[in-house]
């Protein structure tokens, strides 16, 4: 078997630097290429791949890629590269010795398309008081994941794997297509559902992917990161994000893995379902009582939740005279092949 991994990067030679020595020391038991895609970057990045080239212990490759976007760097990675299985990460990522070893038992074990597994922090600065121990909405924020220890599905009862620690049979592409770049970060944005569509068109299409608990990475969490307003913002997009989703195939607004969204259909006010509109207000309720109860962790999990939220209704209000999908159940063979066109934003979303 040969294997690629593909990190894209941007303006991270200092942390890619670091990467690329935790994933010479990893074990290799397939033929194996890497390729580092940069996103446009003005930093040393170049530099920096072509030096550790010189004493990497497999191939190292350096390709440039100039439309903004950590999926447009993806999907020019995918295309590049000639393994049987694709890994992705990241450049903040650190790798465990046995991280591929896993990866590749599981394909062969449970005969899938795709893989991912733990991610767990690494601490760039000290961890606020205000971040929950486990679990909350904070996790998405900084790419944590961690659904226990045992082996369980992903798409039923659990969200997809992280972009950081991911690995894909190469024909499920053929069949599924690749990531839509619209749903994912671009400068001005904190957009955040490339990951997630893509992951929903490959369900449809019958494409099967399992967490493996063993195949961990560690995640650097940058002490710039560890500030309430990059949590807010994080959120505030991921609502947008979500809502974007939700008129493109009409997945659930905060669980769009469920394949029979109990509210779908529901009545819309201002183009936002009124269950979230009733969620909205028994949320601000117990914001208010925990941070009155001292309970910090809880309260800022209750403001992140309010913050998804404005983000949901500044999206669907823009989009509130534009159809939405009828739901999954209708949408899974129509969203199988590739992306659906995404409409521009009809307001100036920068925050």
Request: aromatic share 10%.
């Amino acid at each position: 078997m040969h294997a690629s991994i593909i990190i894209a990067t941007a303006n991270r030679a200092a942390d890619l630097h670091d990467t690329l020595a935790s994933l010479a020391a990893i074990r290799r038991p397939c033929d194996l290429e890497l390729l580092v895609v940069d996103n446009r970057s003005t930093d040393e990045t170049r530099q920096v791949v072509e030096s550790a080239a010189r004493w990497y212990p497999f191939p190292l490759r350096y390709l440039f890629e100039a439309e903004e976007g950590k999926y447009a760097a993806l999907n020019s990675g995918i295309r590049a590269t000639t393994g049987e299985v694709i890994a992705a990460t990241d450049d903040d990522a650190r790798f465990e010795a046995d991280w591929l070893e896993r990866a590749l038992a599981g394909f062969d074990k449970h005969q899938c398309e795709f893989v991912g597994g733990r991610v767990l922090p690494l601490w760039g600065g000290e961890k606020p008081v205000w971040l929950a121990e486990r679990g909350g909405l904070h996790a998405k924020v900084i790419a944590l994941l961690d659904h226990g220890t045992s082996v369980r599905e992903f798409g039923c009862g659990i969200s997809w794997p992280l972009g950081v620690n991911v690995a894909y049979r190469r024909d499920v592409f053929e069949r599924v297509g690749l990531f839509d770049n619209r749903l994912g970060r671009k400068s001005g944005t904190l957009r955040n559902q490339a990951q997630r569509e893509w992951h929903l068109r490959a369900r449809a299409s019958g494409a099967r992917g399992f967490y493996l608990p063993d195949m961990v990475v560690h995640h650097l969490v940058v002490a710039e990161r560890l500030q309430k307003q990059y949590f807010r913002r994080w959120l505030y997009w991921h609502g947008i994000s979500r809502a974007l989703l939700f008129k493109q195939g009409g997945f659930d607004l905060e669980e769009p893995e469920l394949q029979h969204p109990p509210h779908a259909g529901a009545r819309r006010v201002g183009g936002v379902p009124v269950h979230l509109l009733a969620k909205a207000g028994h949320t601000a309720a117990a914001l208010a009582w925990h941070a009155a109860q001292g309970h910090v962790a809880t309260a800022f999990d209750y403001e992140l939740w309010l913050c998804f939220f404005a983000g949901v209704v500044r999206q669907r209000w823009a989009d509130r005279h534009l159809p939405v999908a009828d739901g999954p159940a209708t949408s899974r063979t129509a969203a199988a092949v590739s992306p659906a066109p995404l409409a521009e934003d009809r307001v100036d979303l920068a925050t």
